[in-house]
């Protein structure tokens, strides 16, 4: 079964970026379209950005030209670089497969992002 430990969070000013990885403990290669998504305190989890194993992205309207989704299927790993940082942004981001759970996938612990002056 294949676990997820995304790092990368932590607290930055507004205007800030941040990068995060997700790890796989086991191939992805053939999980077609991997997502970040992100759970603020209160609200459901959203889906922030899907990448597919052709390299194809899609992103959530809220962070289109502030985020940039990547993956290295070499490495079982997927990047979401952050830009231009909001309060808005603060949630813990979760990296899991597009739709969610495919293949026994569960969910990470997750890495806090804060975004505070």
């Known amino acids: 079964q294949v676990q997820l430990v995304e790092t990368g969070g932590g607290l930055v000013q507004p205007g800030g970026s941040l990068r995060l990885s997700c790890t796989a403990s086991g191939s992805i290669f053939n999980i077609n379209a991997m997502g970040w998504y992100r759970q603020a305190p209160g609200k459901q989890r959203e889906l922030v950005a899907k990448i597919t194993s052709g390299g194809s992205t899609n992103y959530a309207g809220s962070v289109k030209g502030r985020f940039t989704i990547s993956r290295d299927n070499a490495k079982n790993t997927v990047f979401l670089q952050m830009n231009f940082l909001k309060p808005d942004d603060t949630a813990v981001y979760y990296c899991?497969?597009?739709?969610?759970?495919?293949?026994?996938?569960?969910w990470g612990q997750g890495t806090q992002v804060t975004v505070s002056s």
């Open positions: 899991n497969t597009f739709p969610p759970g495919l293949f026994g996938v569960s």
